[in-house]
């Protein structure tokens, strides 16, 4: 390989990889891949997942971009935007995408060919749905053979689920931690003793970790047969369908808007002046900050490209994908990640999976009702906020709550006010990034609305 | 059918086939009971809806 680097995630999978030539994402096909990829195009497996947004889309480029001496093709897939990880998801978009693979295993296993691996790093959220992003994860069918993807299945996809469905707490993120899956031991231990009620828990848990726990041989290899596999996947769909998130009904931040002491004047106020302020700017993508039940995420969403609506509350995540796969709104991504403790840069060299901070690309930070939660509750000091923000996007509209405001006392009820924290260090330290482009108090509250533009 | 072992990436893990396996025959048995089921289930329900046929059939 001479001219280009190959992707640091993609370094597994001897039939290929992913790597960025001129600006675009490409991948590479391998000598050794084509013959299953000859028989993905021919055998009409591609065509029939393309058509139904199964699988993402590729156009041949007949160049050897990587100069590499194993290349056989090169394909230009479409081109994603923006790239999220599994431990970012909520409940119901880990479900979504664990049904979608089964889906996509169902359709290659009629065609003839079948998954080699099933995580959901191989699953991303475009328009709003599922879509299969690895082309090179099909290999041809041998009827006799059991699924080799299947404890992959469980410890990245099902293993999760059914942690977070059984003890309702966020299992998801630890996918951060387990980063090629939750292990079968793990899962054993944690399921609550209720769960080992269920055929799903006593078979894919209980029975894989006695099984793995005697260390049975390889040498002889049993048969087994289509109807099976297709017996295991039908099985693997209906304990996977009824499984829910077990967040409470109501969390902390849940109602925060239907609750809140300023009522809905309040919000009508702050929805006008925002308003006035996204005339005066140009934005194709957003990053709303503590996006809750993504109410302002939707309003910006009309008249941008994408938005990126994050809060580290998994509640109004799941509440919020929910919504928008019921009003098809595709243009927003609904992610859990708490913004004083975004994903960091983890796996091999720590470059497998980049920071979220190396991902985001925005032209309007949106953070409203945040700063004093940042500030107060998790202690970070305005100065470096304010750094933190201006490297993030060009443009920013912040709301500032002093400290005089009803929520700011509930956060320092009960705690020493060791906090510089006004109005005027605020625009003092934010004014050494930022111009001032408009600013307005929030009519009945002392609440200020800021449009700043980076220097 | 020739299937390339280099291209199975992907550590199937430990017992996992055999897990399978069982799986798959324990499937299979409750698989096949459910359609026994279903058959006798079909069988009563067809002989409760059958009166009235006999019944127009003989008029």
């Known amino acids: 390989m001479t001219n280009v680097a190959r992707h640091p995630a993609s370094f597994k999978d001897p039939a290929g990889f992913i790597f960025e030539a001129n600006g675009k994402i490409y991948r590479q096909v391998n000598k050794i891949y084509g013959h299953q990829y000859q028989y993905l195009m021919d055998s009409g497996l591609y065509d029939q997942l393309t058509k139904n947004n199964q699988l993402i889309q590729h156009t041949r480029v007949n160049e050897n971009l990587t100069g590499d001496e194993e290349w056989l093709l090169t394909l230009l897939p479409e081109q994603l935007s923006f790239i999220s990880y599994p431990y970012e998801w909520c409940f119901d978009q880990l479900k979504d995408a664990a049904l979608h693979t089964l889906s996509v295993l169902r359709t290659s296993l009629d065609k003839g060919m079948i998954l080699k691996d099933a995580t959901p790093f191989n699953i991303q959220y475009i328009n709003?749905?599922?879509?299969?992003?690895?082309?090179?994860?099909?290999?041809?069918?041998?009827?006799?053979?059991?699924?080799?993807?299947y404890r992959q299945f469980c410890e990245t996809f099902l293993f999760p689920l059914y942690l977070e469905h059984y003890l309702k707490i966020d299992c998801i993120k630890w996918l951060s931690n387990y980063i090629h899956g939750i292990p079968v031991e793990v899962t054993a231990k944690l399921l609550p003793w209720k769960s080992k009620w269920s055929l799903g828990v006593r078979l894919h848990v209980l029975l894989q970790n006695n099984i793995r726990r005697r260390k049975t041989s390889h040498s002889v290899q049993?048969?087994?047969?289509?109807?099976?596999?297709?017996n295991l996947v039908t099985h693997l769909e209906s304990i996977i369908r009824p499984l829910s998130s077990g967040y409470p009904t109501v969390s902390t931040w849940s109602n925060y808007y239907d609750e809140t002491i300023l009522?809905?004047?309040?919000?009508?106020?702050k929805e006008i002046i925002l308003k006035k302020f996204l005339g005066t700017i140009t934005y194709k993508s957003v990053l709303d900050?503590?996006?809750n039940d993504g109410y302002f995420s939707q309003l910006l969403a009309k008249n941008s490209k994408m938005v990126l609506a994050i809060d580290s509350d998994s509640r109004c995540i799941n509440n919020l994908y929910q919504l928008l796969k019921r009003e098809q709104l595709t243009n927003i991504v609904p992610l859990i990640i708490d913004f004083s403790n975004p994903s960091p840069a983890i796996g091999f060299s720590n470059t497998e999976r980049s920071s979220f901070g190396q991902r985001v690309k925005a032209d309007l930070v949106l953070a409203l009702a945040l700063i004093h939660h940042l500030v107060i509750s998790k202690n970070i000091p305005l100065p470096d906020l304010a750094e933190y923000f201006a490297g993030m996007a060009p443009q920013l509209i912040i709301e500032f709550v002093p400290k005089e405001d009803e929520k700011v006392k509930q956060l320092l009820s009960g705690r020493a006010d060791v906090f510089t924290y006004?109005?005027?260090?605020?625009?003092?330290h934010f004014s050494r990034y930022y111009t001032v482009q408009a600013k307005e108090l929030i009519p009945g509250t002392n609440r200020i609305l800021y449009c700043l533009v980076r220097k | 059918m020739i299937i390339n072992t280099i291209l199975l990436y992907v550590d199937p893990g430990s017992g996992s086939y055999l897990v399978q396996v069982i799986i798959a025959a324990v499937l299979g048995a409750l698989f096949y009971f459910k359609n026994i089921w279903w058959q006798i289930k079909a069988f009563f329900t067809r002989k409760k809806e059958q009166p009235p046929k006999n019944d127009t059939t003989n008029d």
């Open chain 1, 263 to 269: 009522g809905k004047e309040y919000l009508n106020q």
């Open chain 1, 222 to 230: 049993p048969v087994f047969s289509k109807k099976k596999l297709l």
């Open chain 1, 128 to 149: 709003g749905k599922p879509l299969f992003i690895d082309t090179l994860s099909f290999d041809r069918y041998d009827e006799t053979q059991p699924w080799v993807a």
């Open chain 1, 289 to 291: 900050l503590g996006a």
């Open chain 1, 422 to 428: 006004d109005v005027n260090s605020f625009e003092a």
